[in-house]
């Protein structure tokens, strides 16, 4: 027997009659560290206490959507830990410093039994910027050794065309699950070009709807497989498994632009797969002798709750501008002090630039442009003490301070954010993913096409292989929150 259910967002439960492996598990309600982000989506019921036995647990990379503090501090501490070799030194000192005694270092191109379940990693082709920030990510086979059942899962990656010919030689039979992320998300309500006001649109306006264009790519990634091992049994989509609560709550409109449901309808239509689906938490298929015996709804540890309790995310667009917003720290000042804490951790983010996309960008224009306004990003800083701005300075590598009344003018682009928020960034007091993407700032780009900044930016400076010192600090953060909230 093989079975997959699905946990929510990107986490499984694979299980044999003897072996029972998680795979990137959610186990609360928050999402994203320090449960900043939101809630998880589509809301579950789950109780821990009723789940078979785990065996082993399985971290495919470092992402907060996958890494998941809380839920680590919920198992077992002899649980064996199965983490990719290329997350950072944080992460696996967290998992020392939480007493896991069995952590295991998954390296690509490897092999490594877990008791019924073989599990085959591979590599992936970063070069050419392919893959995001996904650099620690370990696309994953995981079948068991009777021949019963198998998935394959390139997590938040592109697979190598060579490795779906892998497929052959590695699967017993068929392929039995082919999992795909959706991860899909627009965040343009951020952008100060937005109108202000609220833009009414049809939700069915197929001008929307990128739905089809992503089936049609998934769907010649699926006669790919087809042609390597032979069509998977069954596709399941997930991702996007959290939602906006609270005052965020009507970004769910906006930052959802392919619903996942309707992905797995446009590609079941266009593979004529009958098993082409976006599962809810608890779903579960079970495989027996390479076939397909059972399919679940719901199991008795995990289940999804009513569709009518579910948070509102059909698509309307890109939305209205984002008016304001409160700081994701929760503070409005500062101070002196924190003003020269500020200053310090700056230096960092300024060197990080040099010789960067945007740096380039700055280098290949005059020094301002036709409209006057000067041709390089700023920082716009709010606090209840006054508002600050600090220009990039290519000359001198660093964030200088500038008078200036409106540096959405004076300025060809720029970030405004709380810089208690910047600075609870920089610091390693809060992470990307509580501010970059989350309505919690917004930025400006007079002219895009030759002078860009972005929240990624900000996001890509505080990955954790680059300032593993800074993320050890966020982890241990996180780590007391969760013990003695």
């Known amino acids: ?87 950072s030194v944080a992460a696996r000192e967290l998992l020392a410093h939480m007493g896991f005694s069995a952590v295991e270092l998954l390296e690509p191109e490897a092999v490594v039994e877990l008791g019924e379940l073989r599990v085959h990693s591979f590599s992936t082709d970063h070069r050419g910027g392919k893959q995001a920030d996904e650099w620690d990510v370990v696309p994953l086979l995981i079948q068991d050794r009777g021949g019963h059942g198998s998935v394959f899962t390139s997590i938040d990656v592109r697979p190598r065309d060579g490795d779906l010919s892998r497929l052959r030689e590695l699967v017993s039979g068929r392929l039995g699950i082919w999992v795909v992320a959706n991860n899909c998300s627009r965040a343009a309500f951020q952008d100060l070009a937005r109108p202000r006001d609220p833009v009414t649109r049809d939700p069915a306006d197929p001008s929307l709807d990128d739905t089809p264009a992503l089936a049609r790519a998934l769907e010649r990634r699926h006669v790919q497989l087809a042609a390597s091992c032979g069509a998977p049994l069954a596709t399941w989509i997930c991702g996007g498994g959290w939602s906006f ?44 002798d390479g076939a397909i015996v059972s399919t679940l709804t719901e199991r008795a540890f995990i289940r999804a709750r009513p569709p009518e309790r579910w948070p509102k995310r059909d698509y309307r667009g890109d939305g209205p501008r984002l008016l304001d917003y409160a700081p994701a720290c929760a ?155």
């Open 331 to 485: 503070r409005t000042r500062i101070g002196a002090d924190g003003s020269e804490r500020l200053a310090t951790e700056l230096v960092d983010l300024a060197r990080y630039l040099y010789g960067g996309p945007l740096f380039c960008e700055i280098h290949s224009l005059p020094t301002k442009l036709d409209s006057g306004a000067w041709a390089r990003p700023c920082l716009s800083l709010r606090d209840d003490d006054g508002p600050s701005v600090l220009a990039y300075e290519p000359s001198a590598c660093a964030f200088v301070r500038h008078a200036c009344t409106d540096p959405t003018v004076e300025f060809a682009a720029g970030i405004e954010c709380w810089a208690s928020d910047l600075l609870a960034l920089l610091e390693g007091e809060l992470s990307p993913s509580a501010l970059c993407y989350a309505g919690r700032l917004r930025f400006w780009n007079h002219e895009p096409h030759r002078l860009r900044v972005s929240p990624r930016e900000l996001w890509d400076f505080g990955h954790p292989l680059r300032r593993p010192d800074r993320t050890a600090r966020l982890y241990r953060r996180l780590l007391a929150a969760t013990i003695h909230p």
């Open 1 to 87: 027997m093989f079975a997959l259910t699905f946990l929510g967002h990107q986490g499984w439960l694979i299980e044999t009659a003897s072996t029972n492996v998680l795979l990137d598990p959610l186990l609360g309600d928050r999402f994203g560290h320090g449960g900043l982000l939101g809630e998880i989506y589509p809301p579950r019921a789950l109780d821990f206490g009723r789940f078979p036995r785990i065996d082993a647990v399985i971290l495919s990379h470092e992402h907060d959507d996958h890494f998941d503090i809380p839920s680590l501090a919920r198992l077992d501490r002899a649980t064996p830990i199965y983490l990719s070799s290329r997350a």
């Open 245 to 288: 609560d609270r005052e965020r709550a009507w970004m769910n409109h906006h930052l959802f632009p392919i619903d996942s449901q309707r992905l797995a309808s446009a590609l079941g239509q266009l593979t004529g797969g009958p098993h082409v689906r976006a599962p809810n938490p608890g779903a579960a298929l079970v495989m027996r």
